[in-house]
């Protein structure tokens, strides 16, 4: 079936590090990918996504772009901040409409000043 | 910015009670969800709804779990007879008519004592 392997975490910054979160993929077809990602004490947020191959999300200074040969959807940021100490979950979704999101275990961030 | 909405934000119940979890979609939204999120695991689908039928569901969504819509508003999870196992964060999501993109409430904890 489809899923999401996410790299472990946790991942530990200093502010202004250069953050890569690496996501793959196993799916049939051609899934929209996501990532969204969960403040402490708070619900998901949607933060970006690309649904087709080639495509670059962008928000809020993070990127990710769908990689069809190699089915990834890394998550960078050039200069991060401790308030993007958070957990961040890749997901995928077929292109079917009100299907379920499949997601990957969560990465968590941690950026000290 | 219309945003998905739960309630209660926290419920404690003892093992064998049923719950009911409330959530408001987006009001221009079609598609409704659930999934659930066990303290440091994956966020897992449980059931979509559309056009007041359930569209998917999980093998987590067993004859213990119902969703009903029961009015032009509220979205509801019931758990019949709660298992210390189903505690976890419960959230709601709903899409517009693309089916795709899921914006997700803030979440309900439940405890099963």
């Known amino acids: 079936g489809d899923s999401v392997t996410q790299m472990e975490g946790p991942v530990t910054l200093s502010e202004e590090a250069f953050l890569t979160i690496n996501c793959t993929y196993t799916a049939t077809g051609y899934p929209s990918l996501f990532w969204y990602v969960q403040y402490p004490g708070e619900g998901l947020q949607l933060l970006l996504k690309a649904t087709k191959a080639d495509d670059k999300g962008s928000n809020k200074g993070f990127e990710a772009t769908y990689r069809k040969e190699t089915t990834s959807f890394h998550l960078e940021k050039g200069s991060v901040q401790v308030s993007d100490s958070a957990v961040y979950f890749c997901?995928?979704?077929?292109?079917?409409?009100?299907?379920?999101?499949?997601f990957g275990k969560g990465t968590t961030l941690s950026v000290s000043s | 910015e219309p945003e998905v909405t739960q309630t209660p934000s926290h419920q404690v119940t003892q093992m064998g009670q049923e719950v009911i979890l409330r959530c408001v979609p987006i009001?221009?939204?079609?598609?409704f969800y659930w999934y659930r999120q066990i303290l440091g695991q994956k966020v897992e689908f449980l059931v979509s709804?559309?056009?007041?039928?359930?569209?998917?569901k999980s093998e987590i969504f067993d004859d213990q779990f119902s969703v009903e819509r029961p009015d032009g508003s509220n979205f509801t999870l019931k758990i019949r007879s709660t298992k210390l196992e189903d505690s976890a964060m419960y959230f709601c999501?709903?899409?517009?008519?693309?089916?795709?993109?899921?914006?997700f409430g803030p979440g309900t904890r439940l405890l099963v004592l």
């Open positions: 009001s221009n939204h079609l598609y």
């Open positions: 709804f559309y056009n007041n039928e359930i569209s998917e």
């Open positions: 999501a709903s899409s517009d008519s693309d089916g795709e993109t899921q914006y």
């Open positions: 997901a995928l979704i077929r292109n079917q409409a009100g299907t379920a999101l499949i």
